[in-house]
């Protein structure tokens, strides 16, 4: 394989404590290594640009059902954006839910080599396999969804810790899974009769279990098994004003307990896009940002992590597996809605939805993602997210980033605003100066989320030994820019490489590199118990047969990537 | 000793039940016995034994006859044919793997050509729909364990999905459903008394092509609202009744076939089928699904879908997607005599398209892939025999509520038959050659 040295670049690392110091990165056999390592390399020129380990996308809707759904039902999304067949290249289109070609060209135009698929329902696991197939260039990894699920509703509710993780572990294994997911526990089951559980004390019906014991239960399985990520929580009661003493609620399960495991993890709960969940005010009318209530909790509390999702204020696809939301969110906008409930395990929906400056609520929404990003203390713990594409698609990033580090970017947005009083009065954007650097940036986008996915041995850093990911942005930070240059700089990566393999050469792809699918193959004790259950549900209440559930094969999975995780006793 | 192999998918219609079993000779070579599948399902077992079944690829000679020539040349007519088409269009794609699908797309995109699939001719109004209103949805097994009124409309799944009603909907015990079809109203709206309407507590027997006034007045008549005496042939008292039945249970869906997708008014009859469900969730939990009929139409809708965006009638002859049913769908492309190269596979149009559309294909250069002769093989220059897919090779493929299942393998195909993933593989490398294309 071609050794490559990238050559007096700014470099900005967490792990390795580089501010942007001028350094030299080398990459041997797709790793990096120390620059005296390698022999004949081929020289990358990066003086006066800026170095990164490749992006990590922690949490984005871009394979499965529901994104499938999204594109389906939404042609409208593919005016004017469409891109034709080029030379390395297929044919794209989409702009909220671009196609799986489209989305792996542009993540790593934006320098990420990684990204995660934030809910896999496990019945259509072969469907999100199969789109991650069709993505090129990321490593990708997805999530299946256990918060309304029967089998983990039950063993909770019996507080069978074992049987839990017993079922988490098999459940991994069939679909193929990274990751516990858990989307407003309990209400999705309750939707299957039109209900919802907005309250963290809210009984599900039937199972007569609340959404804070099986919060408390999966982050206990979570780290009896020992898993590379934590529990990762959207929690309920999304999207309402007045929502965040819920989110506090949610958070709340997490307090006092430590993270177990071996993959260098010190979090035991991420909770996903808090921007949604940071509302003050009881009505539309009085809708305020409580950004800093949550985020004061989550700086306090050492063993959470965040991601934000920022609105981006666009015309965008709302997906999600919280279906009593978009049924709630479809009243509201009263456009199309696509509902899918799925037997035994969860539900989804997708509406789309247009985040206008011209609506004061959509105003208040960009200040309070923004807020809890400039609020944060520990960039390692709160992450660069849109909830892709919830609350705006991720080629946004660039944009998020201009507003991220220049205060004077905010003020031309809110003064943009139509009611840029109402938003400046119901949030403290306008008061908040800080501006990021690029430093805290590498951590929220690489260091913090690799770390936080317990996969810091591979990503998220230039140190030697990890995979040779490495984003060269032409932005110079030692220059003054106007914010109109950050963005366009950090829109399309000058260099950019994947596992040693160069993918972007001078603004243009050049390969779909050699991509692989990351899931997590755990080992626990033979369990009778979980066996019989599963048999029994197959029998008499899935319509597949157990034994056409699992998914392999390499037509899904062409190049699997296990994290293996012993959690026998 | 005879071998039974489990837990095997049936390759014919949406309801693509996993629970056949097959049992095959001493050997493994034959197929003996059929268990669990549906009189059509079993036949499509059966008939992948038949010994007329062409092995090599077959030409059409000027004079009307078939010569067989090898697979090399096949791939090599092929080819040419689709690589030197100003705009070939490559139909079908239903009845086949997902896999295969993709590869088709490929080759398509490379071309500048047109693909479509099935629901150009059966759910694409559906889909028309869908983009205009969104549809509520849920998995067949949500039906199972929860639904307790089901609806059946314009469709008659006692014959062409026969194992529908007793996997999913009327009649399986589930988990809130103990009782089974006493736990369970049923409604079949259909201009005739078919053997599903005969299942039914009540049959609404609508004047043909009223569909879409029949819905409305569902939709008036959940809010109470006046009616007249008669609407498409039912007396008002019926729909009020009817209405009342949906709104009153915990649990329902609206199941819908051709009868209403292809009759007069198509698509807006599925806006407003789709409508109503919506309404109806603001009294109780309702979903809508439609039957899809080929066993992977859905699949290949879904493959469209991630890949370019649209999910059937996409035209790549600019090399980017465009979707514009009526102007980019198969029929209206050969009716208009725009295209210069037909392929078909996995499907059958000679059977069910227009005369005038069947008519354009056997004037144009054009390939048939498909198992067995049909009438599109013979109004093809070339006919491909491949393996049956999910029988003598697995692949992935959709059911009707988007549950993508592993097709099984059971049996070889014939010694020397390619498999449809095969061909297009070889297709594509040949024009990847010609287009001077890495």
Redesign the interface.
Known sequence: MTEYLIKNGFVFDPVLKLKGEKADVAIRDGKIVETTEVKKPKVIDASGMTVMAGGVEIHAHI?G?K???G?????E??LFN????KKNM?????FS?P???KTGYAYAQLGYTTAMEAAMPP??A??VH??MR?TPILDEGAYPVFGNN?FVLEYIKNREVENTAAYIAWLLRATKGYAVKSVNPGGTEA????LNCLQVNDPVP?FDVTPDEITRGLIEANEYLGLPHSLHIHGNNLGNPGNYTTTLDTLKAASGQKAKNKFGRETILHHTHVQFHSYGGDKWANFESKAREIIDYINKHKNITADVGFVTLDETTTMTADGPFE?HL?QLNH??????????ET?AG??PYVYSPDIFVCGVQWAIGLEIALLAKDPMRVFISTDHPNAGPFTRYPRILKWLMSAKAREEQIKAFKQSDKVVNSSEIAGIDRELDLYEVAAMTRAGPAKCLGLSHLYGSLKPGVDGDVAVYDFNPEKEHTPDQIEKAFSSVKYLFKRGEKIIDNHEIVSHGNKRTLWVDVKVNENLQVMRDIQEKFM??????L??YE?H?R??IPNPFALEVDATR | MTKTVTDVICPFCGTLCDDIEVVLSDDGKKILEVVNACAIGAQKFHHAMAEDRPKKPRMKQPDGTYKEVSYDEAVEYTAQMLANAKKPLLYGWSSTSCEADSIGNEITELCGGCVDNTAAVCHGTTLIALQDVGVPSCTLGEVRNRADRIIYWGCNPAHAHPRHMSRYSIFPRGFFTGKGSQSRKVIVVDPRVTDTAKLADYHYQVEQGRDYELLQAFRTALKGEWLPDTVAGIPKEKIYEGAEVMKSGRFGIIFFGMGVTQSLSKNHNIDAAICLTKELNTYTKFTIMPMRGHYNVTGHGEVLGWQYGFPYSVDISRGYARYNPGDTSTIDLLLRGEVDAFFSIATDPGAHFPIDAVRRISELPSVAVDPFITPTTEVSKLHVPVAFVGIEVGGNAYRMDNVPIDCRKVIDPPEGVLTDEQFLERVLKRIRELKGVK
């Open positions: 394979a059902p994104v499938n759904s594109r389906i039902f939404r042609p999304d593919k469409t891109v034709p067949v297929r044919a794209q289109g989409g839910i196609t799986t070609y019945l259509f072969r469907h199969e789109e069709d029967w939707w299957g009769w039109g039937y049924y479809s456009l199309k809605w696509v509902n899918a409930d799925v037997e035994l539900a997708v509406v008499k209440y899935y319509t597949v047969t034994g056409n998914v094969g037509h899904f």
